[in-house]
């Protein structure tokens, strides 16, 4: 009896050894928060993306494979294309999105058009990844920075921190010409009343600049609200009455 319990106890010993291996395997080879760490970029890196075209290679970019390098001599400078039928710099895993806002930020505080256009063009984002930046610019009244933004598809109303837009920024601070371009753009994109839009304190940009005592921005924001409005309406119309002539 005693040699048979041991031979039941060996047996037992294999098999939960062979459960376990085979567990640890499935846990190996199973795509996971585990991998998702370790693919992970380092602080400050984004994934370049490329094109068919040349683009600059920055001190921040970590390239796919199989693309073409070349180093221009006179500037000292690198640039990449895909090569071929290379395709993998079209694709990003979202790991460097918090690096590619974070490099946006830090270009449009200072108002660097030409630093926010490079990252634009060599990095992977949403464009509601885009609103942090803009906010940004607006604030600080950088109108071609806010222009490059607002062109990449940033909402001039994605709320910040306490509910604050883009276009409240800009109002607030008085920069009025990059509110203009923001109000424009919120029409572009069919909002009704952007005006009207409200911070967690329930306050719009129209309140922000009567607090700051912004009395003229506030009214020529409003009448150009107004005039806007009157121009897609009219637009709208005259689409309306070239559909009944071609029916």
């Given at each position: 009896m005693?040699?048979?319990l041991?031979?039941?106890?060996?047996?037992f010993?294999?098999?939960?050894?062979?459960?376990?291996?085979?567990?640890w395997?499935?846990?190996?080879?199973?795509?996971?928060?585990?991998?998702?760490?370790?693919m992970?970029?380092?602080?400050?890196?984004?994934?370049?993306?490329?094109?068919?075209e040349?683009?600059?290679?920055?001190?921040?970019?970590v390239?796919p494979n199989?693309l073409?390098?070349?180093?221009?001599?006179?500037?000292?400078?690198?640039?990449?294309?895909?090569?071929?039928s290379?395709?993998?710099?079209?694709?990003?895993?979202?790991?460097?999105?918090?690096?590619?806002?974070?490099?946006?930020?830090?270009a449009?505080?200072?108002?660097?058009q030409?630093?926010?256009?490079?990252?634009?063009?060599?990095?992977?984002?949403?464009?509601?990844?885009?609103?942090?930046?803009?906010?940004e610019?607006?604030g600080?009244?950088?109108?071609?920075?806010?222009?490059?933004?607002?062109?990449?598809?940033?909402?001039p109303l994605?709320k910040?921190?306490?509910?604050?837009?883009?276009?409240?920024r800009?109002?607030?601070?008085?920069h009025e010409?990059?509110a203009?371009?923001l109000?424009?753009?919120?029409h572009?994109?069919?909002?009704?009343?952007?005006?009207?839009v409200?911070?967690?304190?329930?306050?719009?940009?129209?309140?922000?600049?009567?607090?700051?005592?912004?009395?003229?921005?506030?009214r020529r924001?409003k009448?150009l609200e107004?005039?806007?409005?009157?121009?897609s309406?009219?637009?709208?119309?005259?689409?309306?009455n070239?559909?009944?002539?071609?029916w």
């Amino acid at each position: 009896m005693p040699w048979q319990l041991l031979e039941s106890f060996h047996l037992f010993t294999v098999l939960t050894l062979c459960c376990l291996l085979g567990y640890w395997l499935l846990l190996r080879s199973a795509p996971g928060e585990t991998q998702a760490r370790a693919m992970a970029l380092p602080a400050g890196k984004v994934h370049f993306k490329a094109s068919e075209e040349w683009r600059e290679v920055l001190p921040h970019h970590v390239l796919p494979n199989g693309l073409e390098i070349r180093f221009d001599l006179a500037s000292g400078r690198n640039f990449a294309r895909l090569g071929g039928s290379q395709s993998t710099g079209s694709r990003s895993d979202g790991s460097d999105e918090a690096s590619v806002v974070k490099l946006l930020c830090d270009a449009a505080t200072w108002g660097k058009q030409e630093r926010v256009e490079q990252a634009l063009q060599s990095c992977h984002f949403r464009p509601e990844l885009l609103s942090a930046p803009l906010a940004e610019a607006a604030g600080r009244g950088h109108l071609e920075v806010s222009q490059a933004l607002v062109t990449a598809r940033a909402d001039p109303l994605g709320k910040g921190p306490k509910g604050v837009t883009a276009l409240h920024r800009a109002v607030m601070e008085g920069h009025e010409e990059v509110a203009q371009v923001l109000l424009r753009q919120c029409h572009a994109l069919g909002v009704e009343n952007p005006l009207a839009v409200e911070d967690d304190l329930g306050r719009t940009c129209l309140d922000c600049a009567i607090e700051q005592d912004l009395h003229g921005v506030a009214r020529r924001l409003k009448a150009l609200e107004a005039a806007t409005e009157v121009e897609s309406e009219g637009a709208h119309v005259g689409e309306l009455n070239l559909a009944r002539n071609m029916w």
